[in-house]
DNA sequence: GAAAATCCTCAGTAAATTAATAGGCATTAA
DNA sequence: TTAATGCCTATTAATTTACTGAGGATTTTC
């Protein structure tokens, strides 16, 4: 019942690219430290991302990943479809017998309703607006 | 993002003492071979379920289990919870940045609306009507 | 042309989880 | 007393997860 880091790197990977949208591409080791994750972990999360499209790789020193599309058009379903696999919630659903069936299409179709309806774009711009950190305070 | 067997043959024994509701225990031999599943694997799985209170046991020949309450007080997202711990699609979503703890919570809120909405009872009335098989004939 | 920064690929691996199986003891109805 | 059940602990094969390692390919800048 649970997202791997797959899936979630994946969404931070996408995050990052979405906020820096049109400003040319951005190393996975800029995006890794910036989230303290392992490059070498993320080239392997990103390798399936460019073979399904969702990013651009240009090589090369200064190069990068550039999203192939605008935030607004890239769902975290796109995303997470790619790094975890179709979104359900067992193996199988049609091989259940009916009342167990109904259960998980209605699961599959709540969690495909949110994925689907939330963009790059609605994901950045919510990140933009930092929550403050414990202690801090506001320095005039 | 799956359901393991364990939160699936669960549900499948907990609908099977519903139909029973009422009628004395149901043996977990019976439950395994009209299932087709280990009955030795359910005893590991009917154990946590009894040690949280949502089935009642009654030992020596004869016996089996019931369940601790009527079908519609019992719901699915009770049984999910003990056997599979937990509704959350990812660990620590608090620790996540409000961007992504916000989808998991989106998430996290569907499938919740979805289990802890349906019961016992809603999932064995549904199994009565049973789908014919392929190569069902009507014989009159 | 050399060096540095990047992407790209294949392989290995420790830990955890899953989905059981094995073997037996305890309790109770008939 | 016997058969039918529940109860308990341990073991195991396969799979998945979350990496790490090693190095090659490509491109920019000096």
Not at 117 to 124: H, Q
Not at 126 to 134: L, R
């Given at each position: 019942?649970?997202i791997?880091?797959?899936?979630?790197?994946?969404?931070?990977?996408?995050?990052?690219?979405?906020?820096?949208?049109?400003?040319?591409?951005?190393?996975?080791?800029?995006?890794?430290?910036?989230?303290?994750?392992?490059?070498?972990?993320?080239?392997?999360?990103?390798?399936?991302?460019?073979?399904?499209?969702?990013?651009?790789?240009?090589?090369?020193?200064?190069?990068?990943y550039?999203?192939s599309?605008?935030?607004?058009?890239?769902?975290?379903?796109?995303?997470?479809?790619?790094?975890?696999g179709?979104?359900?919630?067992?193996?199988?659903?049609?091989?259940?017998?009916?009342?167990?069936?109904?259960?998980?299409?209605?699961?599959?179709?709540?969690?495909?309703?949110?994925?689907d309806?939330?963009?790059?774009?609605?994901?950045?711009s919510?990140?933009?607006?930092?929550?403050?950190?414990?202690g801090?305070?506001?320095?005039?």
């Open positions: 019942m649970k791997s880091t797959k899936g979630r790197y994946g969404l931070t990977i996408m995050i990052e690219l979405a906020k820096k949208h049109g400003e040319g591409p951005t190393s996975l080791k800029t995006i890794a430290q910036a989230n303290e994750l392992s490059e070498h972990y993320l080239e392997q999360l990103i390798a399936p991302l460019r073979n399904a499209g969702l990013v651009r790789s240009i090589r090369g020193a200064y190069g990068g550039i999203l599309d605008i935030p607004s058009k890239i769902t975290a379903g796109d995303v997470i479809r790619v790094l975890e179709p979104i359900t919630p067992v193996e199988g659903i049609e091989d259940e017998e009916p009342a167990k069936r109904e259960l998980w299409i209605r699961i599959r179709d709540a969690i495909k309703d949110v994925l309806n939330t963009t790059l774009e609605d994901l950045a919510h990140s933009e607006d930092q929550e403050p950190e414990e801090y305070m506001f320095y005039i």
